[in-house]
């Protein structure tokens, strides 16, 4: 039996971690293929290769995934840039806080989903408005994310950094962003994953292109392979994107594993 | 002869109740004066104002009344001019050991290669030769106080604050430090104001020793060291030694059975 807490070793893990995915398929093509769902509502594996490999050759599902990629990493490069050093500026100055605090935690929870109706008549269902809709639901959860943070600095390295001849700017500069800078990395990377259901939401109202846009089309042709290969896609880049994250932090903050 | 560096006038501290609870007096009206390239420790029974007053002096709290003058000027919130070593590890975690100790001389625009020289040479004083690249955490607690130490001493303040800087370390590793920050001392003469609740340490450090009282705190007694320097670890065995420690024991049993409410 496993003792609580005990480390695994890397193999085991990797074992571990893959082993389920095939229990997964497994499981989805017993379901499917043994004839307990109906084909109508669930395909089974083959076919959701059959049709992905369909939809990335001949109907151009590739420019789809860029367009989608492109509206996610826009709309979050784009919240990340203001919210960042408002998150800053809120964490380190308590009267920016007080200003500011109430409005953004409001504002979190409305739901950017909602928001696609009216960002539709304002900006039109173009580029813009996928933008505005990542834009919208990240750019709060980052500065609020941002400011628990700064605001949760050690207060010890603060003071020996004024005892050390720093001037409040530079407690800023070399103190409370330097020290929080893999957690906010870390946050980014969390808010990026959310950015990825707020675009599919996006697409699947008013829009002609991208992952989203695909997968509602194929619900009018009951292509449930078709549909499932998209979201599985979004799960694969949603993967891919993490990784890169975790490797980029690794090699910016090795001060963390040291 | 006045070389007086610091003097604490009528420096008292209340902090205000929590939650509508009355307020706390940690500090009652305290005077002391420090002479330049004394090395006084404060000795107290935990909880009796004494790192209250240090963060005082390094201008990191306010004192409810009366002021702090240095050289002079009044103190009115940290600065360069004091350095401070704290008894958590507050090195930076994401610089190294030579940045670390060049902090204050970055901070201050020092040139880099004067920067360099400087943290070389306090790098080496401390022990730490071959660490330079070394982040924190690779670091044992004795080797991170003593960056601290270098790193609070490369920006030359006029006068070194210390509060129980060895108090996390183990028997052994304290005794170390305390005849390396010695040895520092005897050669450079910094002035030093060492807040500790180690009798031993006290003594061995000190030139003058304060004792002071359980809150609110106040000075109680105000005892010259006179063991000659340099000063080795087998001192601590010495009968002037033990003489001191029996009699600042006394002083010090009473205030911490006072503060533990045992009469």
């Given at each position: 039996m496993p003792r609580p807490l005990e480390p695994v070793s890397q193999g085991t893990r990797v074992t571990l971690g893959i082993s389920f995915f095939v229990l997964f398929v497994l499981a989805w093509a017993f379901a499917t293929l043994g004839g307990f769902v109906s084909r109508t509502f669930l395909a089974d594996p083959i076919t959701m290769l059959q049709d992905g490999w369909l939809l990335l050759t001949r109907f151009g599902f590739l420019g789809d995934i860029g367009i989608t990629v492109w509206r996610v990493v826009g709309g979050f490069v784009l919240a990340a840039a203001i919210a960042v050093p408002l998150g800053i500026l809120m964490g380190a100055y308590k009267s920016f806080e007080a200003f500011l605090e109430p409005?953004?935690?409001?504002?979190?929870?409305?739901?950017?989903?909602?928001?696609?109706?009216?960002?539709?008549?304002?900006?039109?269902?173009?580029?813009?408005?996928?933008?505005?809709?990542?834009?919208?639901?990240?750019?709060?959860?980052?500065?609020?994310?941002?400011?628990?943070?700064?605001?949760?600095?050690?207060?010890?390295?603060?003071?020996?950094?004024?005892?050390?001849?720093?001037?409040?700017?530079?407690?800023?500069?070399?103190?409370?962003?330097?020290?929080?800078?893999?957690?906010?990395?870390?946050?980014?990377?969390?808010?990026?994953?959310?950015?990825?259901?707020y675009v599919i939401v996006a697409e699947l109202i008013g829009s002609s292109s991208g992952i989203g846009h695909m997968i509602i089309d194929s619900q009018a042709l009951l292509a449930t392979g078709q549909m499932i290969f998209g979201i599985i896609i979004i799960g694969i880049i949603g993967l891919i994107s993490d990784f890169l994250f975790k490797a980029v932090n690794r090699k910016l903050f090795p001060w963390r594993l040291a | 002869m006045s070389n007086t560096i610091l003097q604490i006038d009528n420096v008292?501290?209340?902090?205000?109740?929590?939650?509508?609870?009355?307020?706390?007096?940690?500090?009652?009206?305290?005077?002391?004066?420090?002479?330049?390239?004394?090395?006084?420790?404060?000795?107290?029974?935990?909880?009796?104002?004494?790192?209250?007053?240090l963060r005082i002096v390094a201008g990191l709290d306010r004192p409810t009344d009366g002021r702090v003058l240095l050289n002079g000027r009044e103190i009115k919130g940290p600065g360069a001019d004091r350095g401070m070593v704290f008894q958590s590890y507050t090195l930076f975690p994401w610089l190294t050991i030579a940045e670390n100790i060049a902090y204050g001389l970055r901070e201050k625009g020092v040139p880099k290669a004067q920067r360099q020289e400087i943290v070389a040479s306090y790098t080496e004083k401390v022990g730490l030769r071959g660490f330079e690249n070394h982040y924190p955490k690779q670091l044992s607690g004795g080797m991170q106080q003593r960056t601290a130490i270098a790193r609070a001493l490369a920006n030359d303040p006029e006068i070194l604050l210390l509060d129980e800087p060895f108090g996390a370390l183990d028997n052994q590793t304290r005794g170390l430090m305390q005849e390396l920050l010695l040895g520092i001392w005897e050669r450079e003469r910094k002035t030093v104001l060492f807040v500790t609740h180690d009798i031993e340490e006290a003594i061995f450090l000190a030139s003058r020793v304060i004792v002071m009282s359980a809150r609110p705190g106040r000075i109680k007694a105000d005892i010259p060291v006179d063991l000659p320097h340099p000063r080795h670890y087998r001192m601590k065995t010495t009968p002037e030694f033990s003489d001191l420690k029996a009699q600042l024991t006394e002083e010090i049993r009473v205030e911490a059975m006072q503060a533990e409410g045992v009469h």
């Open positions: 409005f953004v935690s409001f504002a979190r929870y409305l739901p950017a989903s909602a928001f696609v109706p009216l960002l539709i008549l304002w900006a039109g269902i173009g580029e813009m408005q996928k933008l505005l809709v990542i834009f919208i639901g990240s750019v709060f959860q980052i500065i609020l994310m941002v400011a628990v943070a700064v605001g949760n600095t050690r207060r010890d390295l603060v003071e020996a950094a004024y005892t050390l001849g720093s001037s409040d700017q530079g407690v800023v500069k070399r103190v409370l962003i330097p020290a929080n800078a893999p957690e906010i990395a870390e946050i980014l990377r969390l808010v990026l994953g959310w950015a990825w259901t | 008292s501290r209340v902090f205000p109740g929590v939650r509508g609870g009355a307020p706390v007096r940690a500090l009652e009206p305290t005077n002391l004066q420090v002479e330049q390239n004394d090395f006084i420790t404060i000795l107290g029974p935990s909880g009796c104002g004494k790192s209250t007053l």
